[in-house]
């Protein structure tokens, strides 16, 4: 496609539109704190929110509010329909050309679709702008449309223009969300204080999303209905309204009261995101107890009440009886727990961080994180994207032991994002005093060889780096990597990093029988530079994993490394064609599976054999 076609798209112009938005607002407030959430606001920018602001949001359960939420979308329809109604209806030239309701109802369209574009057209916007819209074609043909009706219809739409929409945690909250709110306000009979409907909605919304959430994202806030409270109509009818109008030319002034409005807020939601007890988490519950609990949550919001029969006969009940029997299919999504190993067992998940190295280690009472996979970004890294989330679905709540084996970010680079989530107890590392981890840790060792220790009947051996490789200058990082040998009765692990040939054969001049492992964690991701014919026989693995990025730069696995490996009869697993792998060593095996194998989806096609 030639430039001057792609300037003139429709797509290229709204998106230089946003992108011209996002520019004026930071020149008009540079260096104000939260000019990244008006941008969000306006143009569905996320990425333009610092990660300690996420945080707040997510801690206080008003993170729905900083994006471009239905809520805000049937707002600005809601003011323009209004707007255009209030107008329209005072010329009676226009009013007998087209009834003022179905003028306004267009205009309220228009600007919703509108809004929605701008702000990239979110799943969420989506649902908004097709309910809106199946409203509307209902009023301009003056039909009644159920509540259930525009909602099915709206998730319809959405389905077909995107099936992948499916995989986003924001269509099942939001289309869940909305499900709920008709489900307490839709069909019933009586009017109630608008007081009483709005706190019904609160109710509905932080109870139902409960199951969700914890399956989700294994946390919820429990400071999040005081927060809406405060955020909802602050953000919605003051901040969302200045910022909207603050993009039209002449009006950028605009932005200020709105920053000073989210100032008071932020500074309300921070206070409540310090409450220790701010947040609940937990392990992820299983989907017949999510399923168990949702159905709970539908029986205790149905109407209740009891009425009178007809002239003062005998009472008729008018609602559904003991709905308080759906909070006990709650309980299990608190009460079941994920299993655990047994007493001598070893529960080892290697997991899937890319080009980089991150493994879980688990006794019956005991967790252990070796290495912490890489960072991507300034804001993102295989901490926050993988290994806290993989520790919350699994319900471990702290670690005993973390090891980051060396300095090389594609082993560090999550280490302080675990450090800010999960509590700790024990640092071990080769990594220099001044590095910024050591600082995070309160209680940090040096790994060298030598150092064991025994948890629930499983022995932990360190066998590298020697006490004398730290005072040589001349050694490279991936020398000083800290090799870990993990015995159980059923089999045994080796993790030895990013060691080298030198280093391997260190190992095996100081005690090469300890190297023999029935699994080994293929040194420096299979480069040829690792895995020398004389390590590979020592070690004698039945099964190796190659922790490797899909199609990365350094060509790792190398064929002539793998080559060695088959030549023993080993099995060979890597993480870019099987995702991440559980390795189970109970009665006196070792149980193997795969992520991919476990959750196969039809675009992962095995490229590698």
């Known amino acids: 496609m030639r430039l001057d076609e792609m300037v003139n798209r429709p797509s290229y112009r709204v998106e230089r539109l946003r992108q011209e938005i996002r520019e004026h607002f930071i020149q008009s407030l540079p260096d104000h704190a939260y000019i990244g959430v008006l941008i969000a606001l306006a143009v569905g920018d996320q990425r333009a929110i610092p990660g300690s602001q996420w945080q707040i949001f997510t801690r206080t359960g008003v993170n729905h509010l900083m994006s471009i939420s239905g809520l805000h979308v049937t707002m600005v329809s809601g003011l323009m329909f209004a707007l255009v109604y209030g107008l329209w209806r005072r010329s009676h030239r226009l009013a007998l050309w087209l009834p003022a309701r179905k003028a306004a109802v267009i205009a309220g369209l228009v600007a919703a679709f509108g809004y929605a574009l701008l702000a990239g057209f979110a799943v969420p916007a989506q649902r908004t702008v097709y309910m ?5 074609l209902a009023l301009w043909l003056g039909r009644f449309a159920s509540a259930t009706a525009v909602l099915a219809w709206a998730l319809l739409i959405v389905v077909v223009l995107d099936p992948w929409a499916v995989l986003s945690p924001g269509f099942w909250l939001s289309f869940g969300a909305m499900a709920f709110i008709m489900l307490v306000t839709a069909g019933r009979i009586g009017k109630m204080h608008w007081l009483t409907g709005w706190a019904r909605v609160q109710w509905a919304i932080t109870l139902s999303l409960i199951p969700l959430l914890l399956a989700m994202f294994q946390q919820i806030s429990l400071v999040s209905p005081f927060a809406n409270a405060i955020a909802v109509p602050l953000v919605s009818l003051v901040v969302v ?16 009261p709105a920053h000073v409005v989210l100032s008071g807020c932020m500074e309300m939601l921070r206070w409540m995101s310090d409450v220790p007890q701010a947040v609940w988490s937990q392990h992820a519950p299983p989907a ?30 008018t609602g559904f009886p003991a709905r308080w029997l759906g909070a006990v299919a709650l309980l299990p999504i608190f009460l079941v727990l994920p299993p655990k190993p047994a007493p001598g067992e070893l529960w080892l998940t290697v997991l899937d961080v890319g080009q980089g190295l991150a493994v879980v280690a688990r006794t019956e009472n ?6 912490t996979g890489p960072a991507f970004s300034t804001e993102a890294d295989s901490g926050k994207r993988t290994i806290v989330p993989f520790l919350r679905g699994e ?26 989530a999960v509590p700790v107890e024990s640092l071990m590392s080769s990594l220099s005093t001044d590095h910024p981890i050591q600082f995070a840790a309160s209680n940090k060792h040096q790994c060298r060889a030598g150092q064991s220790w025994q948890w629930d009947g499983v022995r932990f051996d360190m066998l590298h780096p020697v006490q004398q490789s730290y005072s040589n200058p001349r050694l490279k990082t991936n020398a000083l990597s800290c090799v870990l040998k993990i015995t159980t009765i059923h089999g045994s692990v080796l993790l030895p990093a990013d060691i080298e040939k030198n280093s391997e054969y260190q190992l095996i001049e100081n005690d090469g029988n300890a190297l023999s492992s029935t699994v080994l964690v293929a ?52 993480s870019d064609n099987d995702g991440a792998v559980l390795l189970r060593f109970v009665d006196s095996t070792v149980a193997v599976e795969t992520s991919r194998a476990l959750r196969r989806r039809y675009w992962q096609v095995p490229e590698y054999r």
């Not at 809106?132 to 509307?136: F, G, K, N, T, V």
């Open 132 to 136: 809106l819209a199946a409203i509307a």
């Open 241 to 256: 309204p200045l910022t909207l109008l603050a993009t039209l030319p002449l009006l950028d002034f605009m932005l200020l």
């Open 288 to 317: 017949w107890a999510v399923a168990a609990g949702m159905a709970g949550i539908v029986w205790m919001l149905l109407p209740g009440g009891l009425g009178l029969g007809l002239r003062g006969g005998p009472g008729l009940a």
């Open 366 to 371: 005991h967790a252990l994180l070796f290495d």
């Open 395 to 420: 319900g471990i709540k702290h670690l005993d032991a973390m090891i980051v084996t060396h300095a090389d970010s594609d082993h560090s680079g999550g280490a302080l994002s675990v450090l800010e």
């Open 523 to 574: 040194p420096h991701h299979g480069s040829k530079t690792s895995s020398t014919s004389e390590f590979v026989r020592q070690v004698n693995p039945r099964l190796v994993i190659f922790t490797v990025g899909y199609r990365n730069r350094f060509g790792h696995p190398r064929e002539e490394v793998m080559e060695r490996y088959r030549a023993l009869g080993s099995t060979l697993l890597r």
